[in-house]
């Protein structure tokens, strides 16, 4: 017989097995007003049937039990879910075979009668240990990233409203929505979001939904039972059991299949999760934020992705432009990804020469600031001496010397930049005989941000017209 508690069980799931009625109800009546889910079984039988159909984070057990003992129950759990925690009771008679016990694979005992302040005691510490040890896995291949606003390269106005959005959703627990175009920063952000959150403490577990098999990725978001499946010989943990009160990111969300949306639905509204083969679901505590670079409203409309989960997802949309639209941040860029490069590859680049920057503020950069990154570091790897020059770019790159309007004669970056933009449109708006709707779309921007650009830029919304006219 077994009893499954009906709370959030936020803290953690503990198979609870005692002979004893007495001491079987105490027991988890205590530990589920910590906040712990409990399923309470009275035999040892009982306990290998709870192990066969669902997932624990900690078994509680006493050795002596009728149907299957104490070192069974252990050694099943060794098999299916190595990842379980065990923590054995025993009487004073019975030490030397608990000492055994965690040589066997449990990790502490506690003799009887228990007192309740060293079990929680206990669990607190076997639990917080385990998590700590995993996230410091996933971590450590992280030390050396350092997090702040830096990472969020640009003073542009629209990078700078990226930066004030970041500021005020990352404390929040909301549902993020990040949007823009392939190779913006999309996972800049959010892991700038999570990083300035209360979450920054634990795991950030980023996964490309379109990059993963519909039915493995239906495991890696949410676990599987032992055969449930081919191949699956054991109980494994799905990223939303394993983030643990940290951050999942799901990039490319359009991309989910529809069976799997409702899945993601559940895991925001409810907060909880089915693995593949469980007939359980598992309370889960996770910060969900989304990306993509495809227009969900479409999505919906044409019956790809559900409405209800869209606006789940959507409770707060930051949409990064695409770097056309912000040049003014190109030379920082540059400047971020030469000191990112020279520490990788052990450079010692300056920066890059006049002429360089020229033509790549003149790019119309269709992979955005990834494929700016790769061409810094394509070039890095060819160059020598303190300066990147053009010969050190890609050679397609290099066949577009000159097509870049003349600079001002300044040395100071942002009047420099400055110059080049206004140049720039002005060019482009002559050859398009002033028309505005004509000269955005070559200039691959929206016509209200030409309106603004031409604005800041002091460009007369009319040309002048001659005599003749």
Same mark, same amino acid.
């Given at each position: 017989? *077994?009893?499954?508690?009906?709370?959030?069980?936020?803290?953690?799931?503990?198979?609870?097995?005692?002979?004893?009625?007495?001491?079987?109800?105490?027991?988890?009546?205590?530990?589920?007003?910590?906040?712990?889910?409990?399923?309470?079984?009275?035999?040892?039988?009982?306990?290998?049937?709870?192990?066969?159909?669902?997932? #624990?984070?900690?078994?509680?057990?006493?050795?002596?039990?009728?149907?299957?003992?104490?070192?069974?129950?252990?050694?099943?759990?060794?098999?299916?879910?190595?990842?379980?925690?065990?923590?054995?009771?025993?009487?004073?008679?019975?030490? +030397?075979?608990?000492?055994?016990?965690?040589?066997?694979?449990?990790?502490?005992?506690?003799?009887?009668?228990? @007192?309740?302040?060293?079990?929680?005691?206990?669990?607190?510490?076997?639990?917080?240990?385990?998590?700590?040890?995993?996230?410091?896995?996933?971590?450590?291949?992280?030390? +050396?990233?350092?997090?702040? !606003?830096?990472?969020?390269?640009?003073? *542009?106005?629209?990078?700078?409203?990226?930066?004030?959005?970041?500021?005020?959703?990352?404390?929040?627990?909301?549902?993020?929505?990040?949007?823009?175009?392939?190779?913006?920063?999309? +996972?800049?952000?959010?892991?700038?979001?999570?990083?300035?959150?209360?979450?920054?403490?634990?795991?950030?577990?980023?996964?490309?939904?379109?990059?993963?098999?519909?039915?493995?990725?239906?495991?890696?978001?949410?676990?599987?039972?032992?055969?449930?499946?081919?191949?699956?010989?054991?109980?494994?943990?799905?990223?939303?059991?394993?983030?643990?009160?940290?951050?999942?990111?799901?990039?490319?969300?359009?991309?989910?299949?529809?069976?799997?949306?409702?899945?993601?639905?559940?895991?925001?509204?409810?907060?909880?999760?089915?693995? @593949?083969?469980?007939?359980?679901?598992?309370?889960?505590?996770?910060?969900?934020?989304?990306?993509?670079?495809?227009?969900?409203?479409?999505?919906?409309?044409?019956?790809? !992705?559900?409405?209800?989960?869209?606006?789940?997802?959507?409770? #707060?949309?930051?949409?990064?432009?695409?770097?056309?639209?912000?040049?003014?941040?190109?030379?920082?860029?540059?400047?971020? #990804?030469?000191?990112?490069?020279?520490?990788?590859?052990?450079?010692?680049?300056?920066?890059?020469?006049?002429?360089?920057?020229?033509?790549?503020?003149?790019?119309?950069?269709?992979?955005?600031?990834?494929?700016?990154?790769?061409?810094?570091?394509?070039?890095?790897?060819?160059?020598?001496?303190?300066?990147?020059?053009?010969?050190?770019?890609?050679?397609?790159?290099?066949?577009?010397?000159?097509?870049?309007?003349?600079?001002?004669?300044?040395?100071?970056?942002?009047?420099?930049?400055?110059?080049?933009?206004?140049?720039?449109?002005?060019?482009?708006?002559?050859?398009?005989?002033?028309?505005?709707?004509?000269?955005?779309?070559?200039?691959?921007?929206?016509?209200? *941000?030409?309106?603004?650009?031409?604005?800041?830029?002091? @460009?007369?919304?009319?040309?002048?017209? *001659?005599?003749?006219?």
């Amino acid at each position: 017989m *077994s009893t499954l508690n009906k709370t959030s069980g936020a803290k953690g799931a503990i198979l609870v097995a005692e002979d004893e009625a007495a001491v079987l109800e105490s027991l988890s009546e205590v530990l589920r007003e910590e906040g712990y889910e409990v399923v309470a079984v009275s035999d040892g039988t009982a306990a290998l049937q709870a192990l066969e159909e669902r997932e #624990f984070d900690l078994i509680l057990s006493d050795i002596r039990m009728p149907g299957a003992d104490g070192l069974q129950v252990l050694r099943r759990a060794r098999e299916i879910a190595p990842q379980t925690l065990v923590l054995l009771m025993t009487a004073h008679a019975t030490v +030397e075979t608990a000492v055994e016990a965690i040589r066997r694979g449990a990790q502490d005992y506690l003799l009887k009668p228990i @007192i309740f302040d060293d079990l929680l005691h206990k669990i607190d510490h076997l639990l917080t240990h385990r998590r700590i040890a995993w996230e410091n896995q996933l971590l450590r291949s992280q030390v +050396e990233r350092q997090w702040d !606003f830096e990472n969020l390269v640009g003073r *542009s106005a629209a990078m700078r409203e990226v930066m004030e959005l970041v500021r005020r959703v990352a404390p929040t627990p909301s549902t993020v929505l990040i949007t823009g175009e392939s190779g913006v920063g999309k +996972e800049v952000v959010a892991r700038a979001i999570h990083h300035f959150s209360e979450y920054r403490d634990r795991i950030f577990l980023p996964i490309n939904c379109g990059a993963i098999p519909e039915t493995l990725l239906e495991s890696q978001l949410f676990g599987h039972m032992r055969g449930s499946f081919t191949g699956a010989i054991a109980n494994q943990e799905g990223l939303f059991q394993r983030a643990r009160g940290g951050t999942i990111f799901l990039d490319e969300i359009a991309d989910m299949p529809l069976s799997l949306q409702v899945k993601i639905l559940r895991a925001i509204e409810a907060k909880e999760i089915l693995p @593949i083969g469980a007939s359980t679901p598992i309370k889960v505590e996770v910060r969900i934020i989304a990306a993509t670079n495809h227009d969900l409203k479409k999505a919906v409309e044409e019956g790809r !992705f559900r409405e209800d989960l869209y606006y789940r997802l959507n409770v #707060f949309n930051i949409e990064i432009p695409p770097l056309r639209e912000r040049r003014e941040d190109i030379p920082l860029l540059v400047d971020h #990804f030469i000191r990112l490069h020279n520490r990788e590859l052990k450079k010692n680049f300056k920066g890059v020469d006049s002429a360089t920057m020229k033509l790549l503020m003149s790019l119309p950069w269709k992979g955005n600031v990834r494929e700016l990154d790769n061409v810094i570091e394509h070039a890095m790897i060819l160059g020598n001496g303190d300066w990147i020059t053009v010969r050190d770019l890609p050679r397609a790159l290099q066949q577009d010397v000159g097509v870049a309007p003349e600079l001002a004669d300044t040395d100071n970056l942002r009047e420099a930049v400055r110059a080049f933009e206004k140049a720039h449109i002005q060019s482009v708006l002559a050859k398009c005989n002033q028309d505005k709707k004509q000269a955005a779309q070559r200039l691959g921007v929206s016509l209200s *941000s030409l309106y603004r650009k031409m604005e800041e830029l002091g @460009i007369p919304l009319q040309a002048e017209r *001659s005599l003749g006219e």
